[in-house]
């Protein structure tokens, strides 16, 4: 079955530090992974997706497939940084169905 | 463009009871999508509808159902409420919805609607 895990709730840092968060995905196929940002009081959006290898905000995220992961890393947390993040699976069927982990808070103190 | 906007933002209701939430999609957006977020998890996929054509479904009962509207907008109902449903339900749209390769369609979220069912 599809699926993807989060292995952390909570991550705390202090501003400066370096940041990855974890995400493991189950998926027979070729993957398609995105990770989402949730800011205090603002609606979901996506920060990137690995198909377009780009880096957003500083942020980026490689797709390993010997071990299953998509870990967002980010050299140098800010506090504007803190924020709720949800790495997503494009589910198969060839309709618009992703498949969220649990999420993780970033939390980068000052 | 305000983007996806959801209606009502807050609602409460007793088990047993009926709800229809509301969805507008971005202009030019054909698909909407559904997702329930119970607290401390991600969202859960429940629908999502193109051209008023419903293109898949998730793993949640008949009691939900959903429609979509020539102007694209989008309601999802909920029948029988019971206190599982209490959630954030979230609405996505896109602009084909196909979720084809070779991009991955970006999903744009609205604010949601927090459902209290007592």
């Known amino acids: 079955a599809q699926r993807v895990t989060q292995p952390e709730k909570l991550l705390s840092v202090f501003k400066g530090a370096p940041v990855e968060l974890k995400c493991n995905y189950s998926?027979?196929?070729?993957?398609?992974l995105f990770w989402y940002v949730q800011y205090s009081r603002q609606r979901l959006q996506l920060l990137l997706r690995h198909i377009s290898r780009e880096s957003i905000k500083g942020f980026t995220a490689d797709l390993n497939k010997g071990e299953t992961s998509f870990h967002l890393k980010k050299p140098f947390a800010q506090e504007e940084d803190s924020a709720m993040y949800y790495c997503?699976?494009?589910?198969?069927?060839?309709?618009?169905?992703?498949?969220f982990g649990a999420g993780t808070r970033l939390a980068v103190h000052p | 463009d305000a983007g996806v906007t959801q209606s009502p933002t807050h609602l409460i209701k007793t088990r047993g009871q009926h709800v229809t939430l509301r969805c507008s999609p971005i202009s030019g957006h054909k698909s909407v999508s559904w997702y329930q977020q119970v607290l401390g998890q991600g969202p859960q996929f429940i629908f999502q509808?193109?051209?008023?054509?419903?293109?898949g479904r998730g793993n949640f009962p008949d009691r939900f159902s959903a429609r979509q509207f020539p102007n694209y907008s989008s309601e999802l109902n909920v029948n029988a409420l019971l206190l599982g449903d209490s959630a954030l339900y979230l609405c996505?749209?896109?602009?084909?919805?196909?979720?084809?390769?070779?991009?991955?369609?970006?999903?744009?979220f609205g604010p949601g609607t927090r459902l209290l069912v007592l």
């Open positions: 997503a699976l494009k589910g198969p069927g060839g309709y618009n169905k992703l498949i």
């Open positions: 998926y027979s196929g070729s993957p398609e």
């Open positions: 996505a749209s896109s602009l084909v919805g196909s979720g084809g390769r070779g991009g991955g369609e970006t999903q744009y």
């Open positions: 509808y193109y051209e008023k054509e419903e293109r």
